[in-house]
């Protein structure tokens, strides 16, 4: 896509799979230095890291430190942050049934992993005067779903978030941005488990019948891609997105129904 992130170090979190593969990929293309964070190696990442573009760091970051680890093994110099680490799990009994470690779980994995990460890789950054962060949100952080309440709560904290940050350290020559997708065609929404086998177990309906019901309330009538996720990310951390700073770029498929 472009070339303007030759030798720069660009860390991707939960890059084993889906969006952060996807982005991990896109940004190997670029011609980054990616650090590719996950807990575990997937096909796709061993694909990448064999292939010479990228380095895999074993990590899961909801564990205490696990951020300090990952800049030691990155490095002391970090151009680009796309914190990408999350997951929804789907709760169709709706706000009684999560419980308050499901609440603890999924706030910890979507907004307080990305907070410690943020914190230990921002004095890279200033110290340099430069870098671009993008944190991946979701478009539930304006459309609050009881199915997905946790989650939905959290990606809103996490936008909110992206905000605050660009305020104080714009300024300073570090770009935060965030990137709210709607449904994406990944394992969280199509794999076993997934947000489509919750629900549709839950209303007694196939689950490819609640992919078409998502796919219909798009305009484009379908899903997003994870490469078309990750073409808007390696954008907005090069250059020619260097006045971007602030926003929540949604991408969606035209799924939110207002502006």
């Known amino acids: 896509?472009?070339?303007?992130?030759?030798?720069?170090?660009?860390?991707?979190?939960?890059?084993?799979?889906?969006?952060?593969?996807?982005?991990?990929?896109?940004l190997v293309a670029a011609g980054a230095d990616v650090v590719a964070v996950a807990r575990t190696m997937s096909p796709?990442?061993?694909?990448?890291?064999?292939?010479?573009?990228?380095?895999?760091v074993q990590l899961d970051?909801?564990?205490?430190?696990?951020?300090h680890h990952l800049v030691a093994a990155a490095g002391q110099h970090i151009d680009v942050l796309v914190n990408n680490v999350?997951?929804?799990?789907?709760?169709?009994?709706?706000?009684?049934?999560?419980?308050?470690a499901q609440w603890?779980?999924?706030?910890?994995?979507?907004?307080?992993?990305?907070?410690?990460?943020t914190r230990a890789v921002l004095p890279l950054?200033?110290?340099?005067?430069?870098?671009?962060?993008?944190?991946i949100g979701s478009v539930n952080a304006e459309l609050p779903?009881?199915?997905?309440?946790?989650?939905?709560?959290a990606k809103a904290a996490l936008v909110n978030f992206s905000k605050a940050l660009s305020k104080e350290f714009g300024p300073r020559g570090v770009r935060v941005n965030s990137v709210s997708p709607g449904p994406v065609e990944t394992e969280l929404w199509l794999g076993g488990g997934g947000v489509a086998d919750t629900v549709s177990a839950a209303a007694g309906l196939e689950a490819r019948e609640v992919m078409a019901q998502a796919a219909a309330?798009?305009?484009?009538?379908?899903?997003?891609?994870?490469?078309?996720?990750?073409?808007?990310?390696?954008?907005l951390a090069g250059d020619r997105a260097a006045n971007i700073i602030g926003s929540d770029l949604r991408i969606d498929g035209g799924f939110v129904p207002t502006w």
């Open 1 to 26: 896509m472009t070339d303007d992130l030759r030798y720069r170090t660009a860390v991707v979190t939960g890059a084993s799979k889906g969006i952060g593969l996807a982005v991990a990929e896109a």
């Open 61 to 67: 970051l909801t564990e205490p430190d696990s951020a």
């Open 125 to 135: 950054m200033l110290e340099t005067g430069r870098g671009s962060i993008v944190n």
């Open 217 to 235: 309330a798009t305009v484009s009538g379908r899903f997003s891609r994870p490469a078309e996720i990750a073409d808007l990310v390696v954008y």
């Open 44 to 56: 796709g990442l061993d694909i990448l890291v064999k292939g010479g573009g990228a380095r895999w």
């Open 86 to 100: 999350g997951s929804a799990q789907a709760r169709p009994g709706g706000f009684l049934s999560v419980t308050d």
């Open 104 to 117: 603890r779980r999924t706030l910890e994995l979507n907004l307080f992993a990305t907070i410690a990460v």
């Open 145 to 153: 779903d009881p199915t997905v309440v946790d989650y939905s709560a």
